[in-house]
């Protein structure tokens, strides 16, 4: 069985460049976004639980969800947000529980990208979680730069998340992306030739 490692951090923290260098030795990812999306596909059962609960209004004219729509409603409202996450967490922990066991037995080490690791209490899955930390005050001038968002909404999209220096305290493993591209990626390598992944 081989080794499970749960990848998470903040929202702009840089995350998926560090999963594209999981990606390029090759060793399989689980992409909790990707599953994310799956579930929610025209005549999935997940797709049909939303409609059930927020209406009509979050289709498209061709059925499929409407993603700005659905965004633009949850991020305004924790509340909305939390009957979203309450009502997707079991379809989503299904998936990707199966997508885990599947892989696991076809590799030495797994890598599970999941943003709301810690929030949807996944690393009772995995066997240890590596963070990749940025400053919320670089998260904030990144996640402007990349979604061209207001400071408003940048700050409302990294609160919904569990606090970055919160994830940072409970990692077994961290990857601070703070420097260069390459002294990240250095901290990846020391990782996994000391694991003997490499």
Known sequence: MGFVLGLTGGIAS??????QFFKDYHFPIVDGDQIAREIVRVGQPA?????????????????????KKLGALIF?????RKELDALLNPFLRKAIYQEVEKKKKQAALTVVDLPLLYEGHYERLMDQVAVVYLPKESQMQRLMQRDNLSKEAAEQ????????????????????????????KQQVNTWLKGQGFL
């Open 14 to 19: 840089g995350k998926s460049t560090v999963l």
């Open 157 to 184: 999209r990294i609160a919904s998340q569990m606090s970055i220096e919160e994830k940072k305290e409970r990692a077994d493993i961290l990857f601070d992306n703070r420097g260069s591209l390459a002294e990240t």
């Open 47 to 67: 797709l049909a639980a939303l409609v059930a609960h927020f209406g009509q209004e979050i289709l498209l004219e061709n059925k499929e969800l409407d993603r």
């Open 76 to 80: 305004a409202d924790a509340t909305k």
